[in-house]
């Protein structure tokens, strides 16, 4: 239910019948709960709710069985669908009940409400013309291009010939050559299949996602999948840091744009801009939307270097607008003074605030901007304890300059092995991202700096040794175990002049420029 990820809750929901909308009997509705809703709801689904972890000792299951009935009207369903079937479980124990008194041993009560509630896509005339829509694409290295779809109504044989309809109107004609259906993960070839199936299908070598697929040139085709806007831009870059091509397979520009390539077909939200030779433009719909496109690249040996993530503008009527989210954080009530200020400092304006006992409930909305590199700072600030998550309202007019970097960047002045002696001097300066024996080179961040400016540091030095021996100076050194960079970590903590390298084995921050006076000479141009 991650907003990052709202053209694939669209798609999979095209795809289905009715949906489980499972909450937590103590916590209520959460921010994502209302997103998947939302969009359920605009597609007429009608959903079977479950109040999950009764077993909680703060559960309320009737309090969250209100909360839930406000969200449905507030979020605009009819009367069919606000007049939901409840069912109460425990997860963790595979119980199901109708009602709370119930002595129920497992979840046939689940399964029989389902039975009763959902309509079966099965009783649908299998004569009538086939309608099967694309929501999602798939690759093979011998069948190419294939497409994940489900057929709504009429049945698919393989060998057909078919007509590809966009949601515009306009058609063209292919032909199935192969066809596969699902057996919980397996894929298995199937020469027909008919009404509610979901099935796989190759000969299509140009389908997109949303486009349908007729045996019929007369038929309407399905609406389009909505697709959300990004609301976050930075840029790719081929490694050039002092160890690029160290670690990774493909480190070209040329590499990096196929591979870009290859991830607009399958991944809708995304955007790409390749109208630079030197680097890549890529919008998505959030730092975790990025991330993950981040991680499958280094998993498949990819080296690269991004910039730092910065929030989309929109202008409309001469307005300039930005991104807004509203944030909902669940926390011990003692953190709650360091949050309201923490927030309120990144423009953050609080809406509501409800007690739960020793707990506290926080509703703010703000920027997008405000967020970027906030979680790390508020799971120190809530020692672990507070969960936060937001959802993104809509473009909102511009909320100023925000103040939000409070920490500056140790900067490695010079190239080789990192040294314990000098670490466990620069440890009380500090956060180090790097321990001993870490190879590293100048103008590579190694850590942050707690008063707020950069410093230059050696993390080379070792220890001066003479041939006297002086009992008592020689204690060992402790040091700290480093916080350890990843790409999420990253991209919040870095400065708007640093790169995040990441290859298949490390990700470093660096400095875009490497050396102190290559850094002064671009402060003194801009």
Known sequence: GHADFGSEVERVLRSIDSVLLVVDA??????????????????GLKPIVVINKIDKPAADPARTEEQVLELFLELGANDEQANFPVVYSIGRQGIAKLKLTDGSKDLTPLFETILAHVPSAASRSSEAP????????????????????????????????????????????????????????????????????????AGLPDIYIGETVTTDESVLPMPAIAIDEPTITLSFYPNSSPFGGREGKFVTTRQ????????????????????????????????????????????????LQVSQPKVIFHEEDGVKKEPFEEVIVDTPSEFQGAIIERLGQRAFVMQNLV?????????????????????NQFVIDTKGEGILSARFVGFKPYAGEIKKRSVGSMISMASGKA??????????????????????????????????????????????LTNMRASGSDEAITLTPPYELTIERGLETMAEDEFLEITPSSVRLRKQFLTENDRAKARRTS
């Open 130 to 201: 086939l309608i099967f829509q694309a929501f999602n694409l798939a690759y093979d290295n011998f069948l190419g291009r294939m497409a994940v779809g489900r057929i709504y109504q009429g049945t698919l044989t393989s060998g057909s010939a078919v007509f590809v309809k966009q949601p515009t109107g306009e058609a063209r004609s292919g032909k199935i050559t192969k066809m596969f259906t699902f057996r919980g993960l397996k894929r298995e070839e199937a020469t027909s299949a008919s009404s509610g199936d979901i099935v796989l299908v």
């Open 419 to 464: 040294l314990g002696f000098s670490l466990s001097n620069l440890q009380d300066r500090g956060v180090l991202y790097i321990g001993p024996t870490t190879e590293v080179y100048e103008g590579m961040v190694i850590g942050n700096t707690s008063k707020g400016e950069e410093m230059m540091v050696n993390p080379t030095k070792g220890k001066q």
């Open 26 to 43: 103590q916590e209520g509705p959460m921010p994502q709960t209302r997103f998947v809703l939302k969009k359920s709801l605009e597609l």
């Open 256 to 303: 990096i744009r196929e591979r870009l390539e290859r991830e607009l077909e399958v991944n809708v939200g995304l955007k790409v801009d390749f109208s630079s030779t030197e680097s890549f433009g890529v919008s998505g719909r959030g730092e975790l939307h990025i991330a993950i496109l981040l991680e499958n690249m280094r998993r498949e040996g990819f080296e």
């Open 355 to 375: 007690m739960h006992g020793n707990s506290v409930r926080l509703t703010f909305e703000g920027p997008t901007r405000g967020l970027l590199g906030y979680r």
